[in-house]
């Protein structure tokens, strides 16, 4: 079975948007437990790549080189470097979170940082066409954001998928036809 409720989500979107693709190398940024990473596993094929990252650990999937470490750090991020064998990446996935501190504009910002991150590492390593996708809250930060997504990618779309509690802010932005510069 799907390791998180997260999964779901990330099926549905994969349903309807097709961007996991066969023979793909994908990174997946805060991937603990791992639903996201069976769901890439299972649509990338023997011919592809999945490496996940998250500050918990996580128990081993068969086909996945995991990394644990804190993605805001320069070593786990190296780490990752290392593992690509300086390999390009078609997928960019980040669904992490900080953990909730209850105040709504300290979590903001920090949820807007690790979605910073997320960016900054896709412009690095994603080849011309590639595809991020990141968890978002709308609030403070969240239009710049889309916008500054929208200058480096040729399709951008927020979505909030069905298996997304309706209450929450959180919503998912998909962007695809990456431009290198
Ligand atoms: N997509 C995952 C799945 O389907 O199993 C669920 C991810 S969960 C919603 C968010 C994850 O982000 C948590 O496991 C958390 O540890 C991770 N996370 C939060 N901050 C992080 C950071 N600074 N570096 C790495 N991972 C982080």
């Not at 805060?30 to 128990?59: F, H, R, T, Y």
């Not at 750090?73 to 992490?96: F, G, R, Y």
């Not at 590492?121 to 403070?140: P, S, Y």
Request: charged fraction near 25%; glycine fraction near 10%; include cysteine.
């Amino acid at each position: 079975g799907l390791r998180s409720r997260s999964a779901f989500k990330l099926l549905q979107l994969q349903e309807k948007y097709g961007f996991i693709r066969s023979g793909m190398t994908v990174v997946d940024l805060g991937c603990a437990p791992g639903g996201w990473c069976q769901v890439a596993l299972s649509d990338v094929g023997s011919n592809g790549k999945v490496i996940g990252l998250d500050l918990l650990a996580m128990e081993p999937l068969d086909g996945v080189r995991f990394i644990q470490g804190d993605f805001t750090e320069d070593e786990p991020l190296q780490a990752l470097e290392e593992a690509l064998e300086s390999a390009s990446v078609d997928l960019v996935l980040s669904d992490m979170a900080p953990n909730m501190s209850g105040m709504a504009a300290t979590d903001q910002a920090r949820s807007m940082y690790l979605a910073e991150l997320a960016l900054d590492f896709a412009r690095n390593h994603l080849k011309t066409g590639g595809g991020f996708l990141v968890k978002l809250f709308q609030g403070e930060g969240f239009d710049a954001f889309v916008r500054d997504v929208r200058g480096s990618f040729d399709k951008v779309s927020v979505r909030k998928p069905e298996a997304s509690r309706p209450r929450s802010r959180e919503v998912y932005l998909l962007a695809l036809g990456h431009r290198v510069e």
